[in-house]
């Protein structure tokens, strides 16, 4: 069984990630169980999305305490209470303009950093962050396949749906470089 977290604030598009992701999950054939907490209910507080994915009906009801995978919207949310219960190979994407060394006080992690913020500007999306995440998380995952999250995105996209595919994509590209970049230098 898969089992990840994103985190957001209220009002960044996590809520709306993780319901994306889990459909195109869902849309792969896989069993999906899907919930979320909304802290203070309202904009800025932290949310979080909770997934779980497994080829078998799901029957755990419990919180996920180690998870597979954590997409982090905000970086200043990325602390131990977050990080509690994750290994050295759990995957964590971080939304910030800043390199995984910045995070390295955190302990010894699988950060992985992507300015989200860049890739939506550049795709005229403002800041609107959560298809270029996608496309990030979607490669460290390997999983749901690129094309599959893609059309999960376009076809929920109330507007600007070709822009939201390209920022997947962008996303999913980036985050493929800087994966080449890190095997290069680890090789060194």
Do not use: W
Not at 34 to 63: E, H, K, L, M
Not at 144 to 169: F, G, H, L, W, Y
Request: one cysteine or more.
């Amino acid at each position: 069984m898969l089992e990840l977290i994103i985190r957001g604030r209220g009002g960044q598009g996590a809520q709306t990630a993780g319901a994306l992701l889990a459909g195109a999950f869902f849309a792969e054939g896989k069993e999906v169980q899907a919930f979320a907490t909304y802290g203070g209910a309202r904009r800025g507080t932290p949310v979080s999305s909770y997934i779980r994915v497994d080829d078998n009906p799901i029957r755990r009801r419990c919180d996920i305490e180690k998870p597979d995978g954590i997409l982090c919207f905000d970086p200043h949310l990325l602390d131990q209470n977050l990080l509690r219960g994750v290994t050295r190979e759990t995957p964590i994407v971080v939304n910030t303009s800043s390199s995984p060394e910045h995070f390295k006080t955190l302990g010894d992690f699988r950060i992985y950093t992507i300015d989200a913020f860049k890739i939506a500007g550049d795709n005229g999306l403002g800041r609107f962050i959560n298809s270029a995440l996608l496309g990030a998380f979607t490669l460290v995952l390997d999983a749901p396949a690129i094309e599959t999250m893609i059309k999960i995105i376009a076809d929920s996209a109330p507007v600007k749906q070709e822009q939201n595919a390209n920022a997947c994509r962008a996303g999913y590209n980036l985050m493929r470089e800087f994966q080449k970049q890190f095997i290069n230098e680890v090789a060194v």
